[in-house]
């Protein structure tokens, strides 16, 4: 009696099984950072402008990760060079650092980044001159951060409160345009600790001196 030829050959089935079965072809999906969790390791090389590098508050030369600024919040910008809303949103990112650092209680505690995904350092000094980028920014030219952070969306903001363990915890973040500039100062002060009725009570009183 004929033996059947199998309709599918050797090799192939062999392949197959060692695809379905080899972790390396398992892709991990990394989901997006959202409040309530913890910052995934992130490495970034000290800047070499000193005042960025006093600004950070780091001590030593190399890379430092984000629990290592010294700060109570940290707010990163993940943005692309190339990204129009990224642009558009660059003057709201200023004035959120110059509304902080005019700010008696909270200068020197909520410290702001940028990590450009997918730009070189050339790209990254293109975008600071243009936008008078006052406070750090990194390229993430090979794009290892923003796959770490689940290959978000552009401009997405996480705002992380480094707690007394030097943990990051995330404690907000927010996908697109960036409008409401006092809400999200709120958010910080918040995440700073400052409950939400003494931030009332402080734009009232700062409203009844002012008038």
Not at 21 to 44: D, Q, W, Y
Not at 110 to 138: C, D, H, M, R, T
Request: a neutral charge.
């Amino acid at each position: 009696m004929k033996m059947r030829k199998s309709l599918i050959p050797l090799p192939f089935i062999l392949i197959f099984f060692l695809f379905m079965n080899n972790s390396a072809f398992c892709a991990t999906v990394i989901p997006e950072p959202r409040k309530g969790g913890k910052l995934p390791a992130i490495s970034l090389p000290v800047p070499k402008n000193p005042g960025e590098k006093l600004y950070l508050g780091l001590a030593r030369d190399g890379s430092f990760k984000i629990h290592q600024i010294k700060a109570k919040v940290v707010l990163i910008k993940i943005f692309n060079l190339y990204c129009p809303v990224c642009q558009s949103t660059a003057s709201a990112m200023v004035e959120l650092y110059h509304q902080i650092e005019k700010h008696p209680d909270f200068r020197g505690k909520i410290k702001l980044i940028g990590i450009g995904a997918g730009n070189n350092e050339p790209e990254i000094e293109v975008f600071k001159q243009y936008n008078n980028i006052p406070f750090p920014v990194f390229p993430d030219e090979d794009l290892s951060i923003h796959k770490a952070l689940g290959e978000v969306r552009t401009p997405f903001y996480i705002a992380v409160r480094i707690n007394r363990e030097r943990s990051p915890e995330i404690v907000y973040t927010h996908l697109g345009g960036l409008t409401d500039i006092q809400g999200l100062l709120d958010s910080m002060y918040e995440a700073y600790g400052v409950p939400q009725e003494d931030l009332k009570r402080d734009e009232e009183l700062a409203t009844s001196t002012a008038n």
